[in-house]
T-cell receptor, first 115, second 113 residues
Framework: DAGVIQSPRHEVTEMGQEVTLRCKPI?????LFWYRQTMMRGLELLIY????????DSGMPEDRFSAKMPNASFSTLKIQPSEPRDSAVYFC?????????????FGSGTRLTVV | GQQLNQSPQSMFIQEGEDVSMNCTSS?????WLWYKQDPGEGPVLLIA?????ELTSNGRLTAQFGITRKDSFLNISASIPSDVGIYFC?????????????FGKGTKLSVKP
């Protein structure tokens, strides 16, 4: 089991550019979560999917953020246009069909720096 | 919405000392989880608690699910340098549908050799 795989690990981009973060959940997991971590706010849930369908995107900061899950093995989080305040570590996590009992498995994160 | 208060925010301890941290909530949870985040990595599940009053150990780690279902604590005995990191508590409610985790803001642990 390769775990949750995120790419890239680090991203440095200029303000105004489009940024796409990628996530491959654990095979067989049916829920996927995108989190943002900052020193000030800790872990913030941005959006989550069940069976590839977005269920709750109330944590998405604004329209500049969008997320998709075209199939069970891939999800993207896009920021367009990016701003310096988007600088943070973005985590993807997945959860299996056993659901509530085993918590989430997190990826190693993407550290985004917008200059 | 539900919020978790995790304390302390940070701890600086000497190697070999015991550590205690806790989480409280204004509402009840059915499950309490404790995660550890190593620098530069994502959080990793340490211990999961499913019943009020449950006490569970994982090596030098011990966690308890409070009787009121509104709190949990994590103890680390005889700390070592590799215990350094951020520890998160998380609470979860679930019923017929899968509930989502609510995370505390973390306790940052530093261990002096």
């Amino acid at each position: 089991d390769a775990g949750v795989i995120q790419s890239p690990r680090h991203e440095v981009t200029e303000m105004g550019q489009e940024v796409t973060l990628r996530c491959k959940p654990i095979s067989g997991h049916n829920s996927l979560f995108w989190y943002r971590q900052t020193m000030m706010r800790g872990l913030e849930l941005l959006i989550y999917f069940n069976n590839n369908v977005p269920i709750d995107d109330s944590g998405m900061p604004e329209d500049r953020f969008s997320a998709k899950m075209p199939n069970a093995s891939f999800s993207t989080l896009k920021i367009q246009p990016s701003e310096p305040r988007d600088s943070a570590v973005y985590f993807c996590a997945s959860r299996g069909r056993a659901g509530a009992l085993y918590g989430y498995t997190f990826g190693s994160g993407t550290r985004l720096t917008v200059v | 919405g539900q919020q978790l208060n995790q304390s302390p925010q940070s701890m600086f301890i000497q190697e070999g000392e015991d550590v205690s941290m806790n989480c409280t909530s204004s509402s009840i949870f059915n499950t309490w989880l404790w995660y550890k985040q190593d620098p530069g990595e994502g959080p990793v599940l340490l211990i999961a608690l499913y019943k009020a009053g449950e006490l569970t150990s994982n090596g030098r780690l011990t966690a308890q699910f409070g009787i009121t279902r509104k709190d949990s604590f994590l103890n680390i005995s005889a700390s070592i340098p590799s215990d350094v990191g951020i520890y998160f508590c998380a609470g979860q409610n679930y019923g017929g549908s899968q509930g989502n985790l609510i995370f505390g803001k973390g306790t940052k642990l530093s261990v002096k050799p």
